[in-house]
């Protein structure tokens, strides 16, 4: 029995299975950003546009869906998810099918981003999501396979962080700016740590596929290590930011959410080896992610 398949059989009801699919809470990733990007937008303009930020924020839902349905789409190509009961694919047996119902919702998103642009007269939002959505076929589609390389947490930093969040920043002010830059590094870095969490149950497989994941290069014991380092510095750099004045003091609300990367650390550190235990971890990053992100734009609006 492989790991996928303890974390997920075929024994359990489909209504889990198909949970498991869809991954409601993993949406935090498409919301975070937007948040942020908006606060910082929202603090140094004193003002918000309504329409653009809900129409950002529902685009942004529908193309990280595109990414997670494509996903399982480009997988099944590989055979990395042929023991995934909570694989779209495997759920429904009709790869067509999925794939075009991702294209749906990319189509959707863009539709959103466009209404945006027109809006406003200026492409360049539209520009900088059509990178993401690159970013997110580079990962997982032919002929780059990306993850495949190791290389998704440096994509995934990129795309969610300085990208996203910048993007989100621009469809409010048409500008640039520092602060938002910084905060879109945090950003980047806490959802980069969603996608590393996600990795430790999935050597076994991922091994026999032949994607070498940064889990798979480093081996677990050494990635769990890793991970108060990389959680650390989330709240060392908020502080640093917040004692420079470059972010305001409110910011340091995000500390809140230290019990979640407490816990994600001890949870990995005791069960890095044990996949069945460990599968459940990236969800932990997944608060974490949302806590932070929701208190951090918070402390930029105070
Ligand atoms: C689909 C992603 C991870 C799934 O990875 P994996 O194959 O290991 O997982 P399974 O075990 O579930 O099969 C995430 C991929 C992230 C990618 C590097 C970057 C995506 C960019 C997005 C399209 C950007 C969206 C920005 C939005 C907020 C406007
Ligand atoms: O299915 C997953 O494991 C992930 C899906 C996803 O959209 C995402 C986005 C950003 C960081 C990590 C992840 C996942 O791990």
């Known amino acids: 029995m492989t790991t996928k398949l303890i974390a997920y059989s075929n024994s359990q009801p489909k209504s889990k299975l198909w949970m498991a699919a869809i991954k409601p809470p993993m949406y935090s990733v498409a ?10 937008a929202v603090a140094q303009t004193k003002s918000l546009n309504a329409g653009v930020f809900s129409t950002f924020l529902t685009a942004a839902i529908c ?3 595109w990414s997670n349905i494509s996903n399982d789409v480009f997988d099944s190509e590989t055979g990395i998810d042929k023991n995934k009961a909570h694989s779209l ?5 009709n790869k067509r099918l999925i794939f075009w119902i991702g294209n749906l919702f990319l189509t959707l998103g863009l539709l959103g981003i466009l209404a945006i642009a027109w809006w406003q007269r200026d492409l360049t939002i ?3 999501i059509l990178a993401c959505c690159a970013i997110g076929y580079a990962y997982q589609g032919p002929p780059f396979r990306l993850g495949y390389h190791g290389l998704g947490e440096i994509l995934c ?8 969040v910048s993007a989100a920043y621009y469809s409010q002010t048409q500008s640039w700016s520092i602060t938002n830059l910084a905060a879109s590094i945090i950003v980047g870095i806490v959802t980069s740590l969603i996608l590393f969490c996600s990795h430790f149950h999935q050597v076994k497989d991922d091994l026999a596929a032949g994607k070498r994941s940064p889990i798979v ?3 677990t014991a050494l990635s769990a290590n890793l991970l108060p380092w990389i959680c ?8 640093l930011l917040a004692v420079l004045n470059i972010f305001p003091t409110w910011t340091l ?8 990367a407490i816990k994600l650390c001890r949870h990995v550190l005791q069960y890095h080896d044990q996949p069945e235990k460990v599968s459940n971890c990236k969800f932990i990053a997944v608060g974490l992610h949302f806590v932070c992100g929701l208190l951090l734009g918070l402390g930029f609006m105070l």
């Open 63 to 65: 193309i990280v869906a």
């Open 157 to 164: 930093f990129v795309a969610y962080g300085p990208l996203a």
């Open 126 to 128: 539209i520009g900088i």
């Open 232 to 239: 650390g510095s989330i709240y060392a750099l908020t502080s």
């Open 31 to 40: 919301i975070i950003p937007i948040w942020v990007g908006t606060a910082v």
């Open 89 to 93: 694919v495997n759920l429904t047996g």
């Open 253 to 260: 609300l995000s500390w809140l959410s230290l019990p979640f």
């Open 217 to 219: 290069r480093l081996g």
